[in-house]
């Protein structure tokens, strides 16, 4: 019997195929000048973003979807890619003030940048509707704040069946969607561990989609636990391995958060000095994420697997 892909929406549905690239593969092919990328935050896609940054010569310009990010939109912003963000949050999380963003926002350094706020509700429903085929969302979410205040894309109308007040946020429907996820096989099935967020609403509403992994198995192995397939083959373009891809943030059931090294990063983000010294090191300073690895050490990085398995086991209840 001949096989079919699952039709999605028309054109969308991605085929069966081999699609493991490097990450310098993917980006090349998918990620271009004034490309709308949405970005996942768990994990952190981070050795796609520093793919990314080390193409800056070609790829500028970008608009940024997210819900929340702490640090890694600001390898982008700092870098002087980007003109405008859609977002619900960007700062540094327990790391302390991100000043690569609000430098951009207060002075416009590296260059001006435009926030399009909203909850972190709002921004998960608009990729929602995108997923569905719709133009916008209605939710409660954004009423009782200033956000539509400052926001006029958010229109509040009358349900038309209570009557009551209702804001409705448009669509976000991303160029390129990139996100960092537990493991794959070879034709683009992705499984997460945990917590993923709104990691599939991302891949369902981008119109290209490139996933980096902590492995890549089997589809055998994929079968045997499908309930963790999250996002189908048809939804992914392309598949990049890149072991600890989420540093310096944590895999769920690989490895844990490196708190010291984001300590330490957002020290050095105090200043542009700082940021361009961190970013000429970690970033341009190795030619891929093995070697930013290497850089790090993977000695530290097997620390934080292990101390990720100390405290949590996949399949555990603790």
């Known amino acids: 019997m001949k096989f079919e892909p699952i039709p999605i929406r028309k054109g969308r549905a991605k085929p069966p195929t081999y699609k493991i690239m490097t990450a310098k593969e993917a980006i090349t092919q998918f990620i271009h000048d004034g490309c709308y990328l949405g970005m996942s935050v768990s994990a952190a896609p981070a050795a796609l973003i520093w793919e990314i940054v080390r193409q800056r ?87 009782g704040s200033d956000i539509i205040k400052y926001n006029p894309r958010i229109k509040v109308i009358d349900d038309p069946y209570t009557g009551k007040p209702v804001a409705l946020v448009p669509a976000s429907s991303p160029d390129v969607g990139i996100m960092h996820c537990a493991r794959a096989d070879e034709i683009g099935n992705v499984q997460c561990y945990g917590l993923y967020g709104n990691t599939d609403l991302l891949a ?63 020290r050095q983000f105090a200043t542009k000095e700082g940021f361009d010294a961190w970013a000429d090191k970690y970033i341009h300073g190795t030619k891929d994420w093995d070697e930013y690895c290497k850089l790090v050490g993977y000695d530290r990085l097997n620390r934080l697997r292990l101390s990720e398995s100390k405290y949590q086991k996949f399949g555990e209840v603790r």
Request: aromatic share 12%; with cysteine; hydrophobic share 40%.
């Open 57 to 143: 010569d070609r790829i500028k310009n970008l608009t940024l979807s997210i819900t929340s990010q702490i640090g890694m939109s600001s390898a982008l912003i700092g870098s002087d890619l980007v003109n405008k963000v859609e977002m619900a949050y960007n700062w540094g999380g327990i790391e302390g003030e991100d000043k690569v963003f609000r430098r951009a926002v207060e002075k416009g350094i590296p260059r001006p940048l435009e926030v399009e706020d909203y909850s972190n509700y709002g921004c998960a429903m608009r990729w929602e509707a995108a997923s569905m085929g719709l133009d916008f969302m209605p939710v409660k979410s954004q009423l």
């Open 204 to 266: 369902r509403a981008s119109k290209k989609v490139i996933v980096s992994v902590e492995e890549i198995v089997t589809t055998a192995e994929i079968r045997r636990m499908p309930n963790l397939t999250v996002i189908p083959y048809y939804y992914v373009d392309a598949i990049v391995q890149a072991p600890f891809g989420a540093h310096w943030r944590e895999s769920n059931y690989y490895y844990h958060h490196d708190l010291a090294y984001g300590l330490d990063a957002y």
